[in-house]
């Protein structure tokens, strides 16, 4: 069962593949839902995904393709108020969309060194959709080298999916003592949190349980060369 924002975004990307064979822009899709942010329209593109609506294609910008209509819409037959049968069949063949890259909030900067203040921005990144899988992302600026052996240098964007869980062993966004938030490993031992670096140069941080909240585990990382 979709909700209604979910049920009309799903029927304009189908209208926009009919129309022209590409997918539309995320700004697109904000104003045709009279959305706030783009934010709006990833989670509901995720939320789309996730129930098998509609796929992300590979290698290919922005690219949108809808898998199934809702039972009720496709396939369907409806008579109309004289008793003609009105056919809502599957729409024909078109071409396939030729984009894939989405926006994502971009959320200020994360340490990957001593903890510092990840800041709520209103910018977004543009991402190869290949590079995130379901769920809902956002990017943060690393900053610092404690990450280096993981492959995680300074300047680089951090892929984030947003979860409140991990698993020992993740490269997980933390929160700590809800003020600063930081780039590490999450262990957990004898009771307490340890976030561990990726720098012989750093010690690991060991704090309380309730001293660390877990705001998302590291999907992929994008590097600019200047």
């Known amino acids: 069962m979709l909700t209604a924002k979910q049920h009309e975004l799903l029927r304009f990307i189908q209208r926009k593949l009919e129309e022209t064979g590409i997918s539309p822009s995320f700004e697109e899709m904000k104003e045709a839902l009279d959305l706030k942010s783009k934010s709006g329209v990833h989670r509901l593109i995720s939320a789309l995904e996730e129930r098998g609506f509609i796929r992300r294609l590979p ?32 729409p024909r063949t078109r071409p396939e969309p030729a984009n894939d890259v989405i926006e994502i909030p971009l959320h200020g900067r994360i340490a990957a060194g ?15 959709a290949a590079l995130l899988g379901a769920g809902d ?14 492959g995680i240098l300074d300047g680089d964007y951090a892929l984030v999916r947003r979860t409140e869980t991990a698993r020992d062993g993740e490269i997980v966004v933390a929160l700590v003592r809800n003020e600063e938030a930081t780039l590490k490993y999450l262990h957990r031992e004898n009771g307490m949190v340890r976030l561990d670096p990726a720098n012989g140069a750093y010690d690991p941080q060991v704090y309380r349980p309730e001293e660390v909240q877990v705001q998302g585990k590291l999907a992929g990382l994008l590097r600019r060369y200047h």
């Open 59 to 90: 290698n290919r910008a922005r690219a949108l393709e809808v898998l199934r209509q809702p039972e009720n819409v496709a396939g369907a037959t409806r008579k109309a108020a004289n008793d003609t049968v009105v056919s809502t069949a599957p």
């Open 114 to 128: 001593v903890p510092i203040e990840a800041l709520e921005g209103q910018s977004t990144l543009p991402v190869p």
């Open 137 to 150: 992302h956002y990017a943060l600026e690393v900053s610092g080298d404690s990450m280096i052996e993981a």
